[in-house]
């Protein structure tokens, strides 16, 4: 069982909009910055959002991240079939002296 | 352009070890915390272990503390994982990845590690 809660899978239709959830606690997501992570099919995992909202050099902004409290969400604008993904929150717990994941989110588009 | 590349993966027997290897290239290696993350077959990440950039702190998943030992060596740009008394819940691809606390920016392709009779 993650120390972060992802929902298994999310779905949208092309072009449409959607929102992944990360919820977490005072030890990880409460004081911590939140990073997203898409791992297509086969592919080592990609950082897509860091210190909750920053996106890297060449990820579009069709993808953005918020925190809230002790949740964090991605968003993903304008879905294409390439974003079909399992997208993965992590960052670091206090508590743990680790860093943690969500369990992941498998992202269909339909 | 930064590049990660694990090795060592295969085989083992329960009870076995391994070591692994990442060689690194395209940034300044010391200056950087490195990381393993592992991801069992069908499953999500799990981090394992963290070094700072200078070797000095080193960080473990209670899952693999006192069995996994990291390691590095700067002059040589790589990262290590020794991993001893194996067992099949370790079955997983190791991935390198740069960075520690606040993110993984980069991450190699992984070397996958079977632990099997």
């Known amino acids: 069982q993650s120390v972060l809660t992802q929902p298994p899978s999310v779905s949208a239709a092309p072009g449409q909009k959607v929102t992944i959830s990360c919820s977490g606690s005072s030890s990880n997501i409460g004081n911590n910055y939140v990073s997203w992570y898409q791992q297509l099919p086969g592919a080592a995992p990609k950082l897509l959002i860091y210190?909750?909202?920053k996106r890297p050099s060449g990820i579009p902004d069709r993808f953005s991240g918020s925190k809230s409290g002790t949740s964090a969400t991605l968003g993903i604008t304008g879905l294409q079939t390439g974003d079909e993904a399992d997208y993965y929150c992590g960052t670091w717990d206090s508590s743990l002296i680790a860093a943690v994941f969500g369990g992941g989110t498998k992202l269909t588009v339909l | 352009e930064v590049q990660l590349l694990e090795s060592g993966g295969g085989l083992v027997q329960p009870g076995g070890s391994l070591r692994l290897s990442c060689a690194a290239s395209?940034?300044?290696?010391?200056?950087?915390?490195m990381s393993w993350v592992r991801q069992a077959p069908g499953k999500g990440l799990e981090w394992v272990s963290a070094m700072s950039g200078s070797g000095v702190n080193t960080y473990y998943a209670d899952s693999v503390k006192g069995r996994f030992t990291i390691s590095r060596d700067n002059s040589k740009n790589t990262l290590y994982l020794q991993m001893n008394t194996l067992r099949a819940e370790d079955t997983a691809a190791y991935y390198c990845a740069k960075g520690h606390v606040r993110f993984f920016d980069y991450w190699g392709r992984g070397t996958l590690v079977s632990v099997s009779p």
């Open positions: 395209g940034f300044t290696f010391s200056s950087y915390a």
């Open positions: 210190d909750n909202y």
